[in-house]
């Protein structure tokens, strides 16, 4: 079965979406081990940021983590949905997605695995979008920023892993009945 951009498109709206809702959703056991450290978060981003890398993981669209980060930037401002960061919130999810799109952008150069190039992207965007908000909210310094990196980095690993095996499952689906996979590069 050939699948059309159109179906690329509402896999990439249906991530983003994913993406906010859940990290709606695990927010609130996440900061019962964020309040303990005393740091102000970086365990939910890392959840919301693996549906980006899964989507990209299986688009393989150029600047396709940048695109549905900033689309999901902006919806969640729509839907008030503006944290601690205020009106600035779009530029903390367009960080991440530049940084997913680094990583794969080097895939290019460094040949690794699906898991491996997940889990470099999902902890790279994890750490980056806690940088922009120390940078613009909360200017932690010392020990207290390294473990707010540190758990960032730490979740964002995980969450690749979990992506990684969702994304192994999801894989299939997008592939053609020949076992050839369709190249979605004009997408973004």
Not at 76 to 101: E, N
Not at 120 to 141: D, E, K, P, R
Request: proline fraction near 3%.
């Amino acid at each position: 079965m050939r699948y059309s951009k159109l179906s690329m498109l509402n896999f990439m709206a249906l991530c983003c979406i994913l993406g906010l809702f859940t990290k709606k959703l695990i927010n609130p056991f996440a900061n019962i081990i964020t309040e303990a450290l005393h740091i102000p978060g970086g365990i939910s981003t890392g959840f919301s940021i693996m549906f980006l890398v899964i989507a990209v993981e299986i688009v393989k669209g150029k600047h396709c983590g940048t695109l549905m980060a900033t689309v999901q930037g902006l919806l969640a401002l729509a839907l008030g949905r503006i944290g601690s960061m205020g009106m600035l919130m779009p530029l903390g999810y367009i960080v991440t997605g530049v940084a997913i799109d680094l990583i794969y952008g080097l895939q290019k150069y460094i040949k690794c695995s699906r898991t491996e190039r997940m889990v470099f992207a999902n902890a790279l965007a994890a750490v980056m979008a806690s940088v922009t908000a120390n940078v613009l909210v909360f200017h932690l310094h010392g020990p207290v920023l390294w473990l707010y990196l540190c758990v960032s980095a730490t979740s964002g690993t995980m969450y690749g892993f979990l992506g990684s095996a969702v994304a192994a499952r999801l894989y299939p689906i997008f592939e053609n009945s020949n076992g050839k996979r369709e190249d979605y590069h004009e997408i973004a």
